[in-house]
């Protein structure tokens, strides 16, 4: 069972919809949570990092991290069709300089 | 700034032969890893390094050498490639994983191994 879970999708939303992504890890060590946006044929780029638990917000996106239940969302506001990509969360902390992925979510934004 | 550059972007080998796919970065990055990324399994790290003459095993190192002599170069090695190698591999670097230090990757090499 790998380290970070996430949902595959792909998930489907019209133009202007909030999109939920969301992600699970087992590894209690893990202490700084990313999410990537990867473009089809392209490396992914990080889109937010949140250290610990909390929400952090830039512009149309916010990212959550609930270290008591290990889950981590991304949330994005008024979706555009320039939005539509693979998410990918990954989590790293303690000892290891291991960053772990999820499987990534590939979200389609409909016009 | 050319950021994270891999060579070659597309290749095919035969099973059996070797390869060694390049990964440079002018950032002066200390930290730089190997990831493949397969349909349904997402990124894997294969090996990481945390500076020049360290390196260490990530999720899938078997069938995988690296070295770092450099700053700059993370080469990744198939000693003999097999065709559960085909896969996207991409080369990323950071000044330091930790304190949200950002991951630049590079634009990935498709390996496909017949």
């Known amino acids: 069972q790998k380290e970070v879970e996430q949902d595959p999708g792909p998930l489907s939303v019209p133009e202007g919809a909030i999109v939920s992504l969301n992600c699970t890890y087992s590894n209690s060590a893990f202490q700084y949570f990313m999410w990537y946006r990867q473009y089809s044929r392209k490396g992914p780029e990080l889109l937010m990092y949140?250290?610990?638990?909390g929400n952090k917000e830039d512009g149309r996106f916010t990212a959550q991290v609930d270290k008591s239940s290990k889950y981590i969302s991304l949330f994005i506001r008024d979706s555009q069709p320039s939005d539509s990509a693979t998410y990918l969360c990954a989590s790293h902390g303690g000892a290891t300089n291991k960053l772990i992925f999820g499987t990534g979510t590939l979200l389609a934004v409909q016009p | 700034n050319a950021g994270v550059t891999q060579t070659p972007k597309f290749q095919v080998l035969k099973t059996g032969q070797s390869m060694t796919l390049q990964c440079a970065q002018d950032m002066n990055h200390e930290y730089m890893s190997w990831y493949r990324q397969d349909p349904g399994m997402g990124l894997r790290l294969i090996h990481y390094?945390?500076?020049?003459?360290?390196?260490d095993q990530g999720e899938v190192p078997n069938g995988y050498n690296v070295s770092r002599s450099t700053t700059e170069d993370f080469p990744l090695r198939l000693l003999s490639a097999a065709p559960s190698q085909t896969s996207v591999y991409f080369c990323?670097?950071?000044?330091?994983?930790?304190?949200?230090?950002?991951?630049?990757f590079g634009e990935g090499s498709w390996l496909t191994v017949v």
């Open positions: 990323a670097s950071s000044s330091g994983i930790n304190s949200g230090n950002t991951i630049y």
């Open positions: 949140t250290y610990s638990s």
């Open positions: 390094s945390v500076g020049a003459g360290i390196t």
